[in-house]
């Protein structure tokens, strides 16, 4: 669904649904669940809702979680490159003696 509503900003709930082997009003509740989440914003005029893909949610999700993982994997990278680079200097201090 977000695919299709980005793809057309401003497409009805009737355009969406057409898209779906399921009835309007089962549509129209997914899209109450991602407008919960404002992922869709929607706008009303008379009886037809257009919908627009909002994409600050997911926006903000990729920020917070890939910044904490890429710390944290780029710590442990650190830690192996350290690791690796003493067992080589190990290993050619040995073979040196």
Same mark, same amino acid.
């Given at each position: %669904? ?8 401003? %497409?009805?709930?009737? $355009? ?9 009003? $089962?549509?129209? *509740? ?37 910044? *904490?993982?890429? $710390? ?26």
């Amino acid at each position: %669904m977000l695919d299709l509503v980005m793809s057309a900003p401003g %497409m009805s709930v009737k $355009a969406l649904a057409s898209h779906f082997d399921i009835s309007r009003i $089962a549509v129209l *509740k997914h899209v109450r669940v991602l407008e919960e989440t404002e992922l869709i914003l929607s706008r009303k005029s008379g009886r037809t809702r257009s919908l627009f893909f909002n994409p600050i949610p997911i926006q903000q999700l990729h920020d917070r979680w890939t910044t *904490k993982y890429s $710390a944290f994997w780029s710590e442990r990278l650190v830690d192996i490159k350290s690791r690796v680079e003493a067992r080589a200097s190990e290993q050619k201090d040995h073979k040196s003696a």
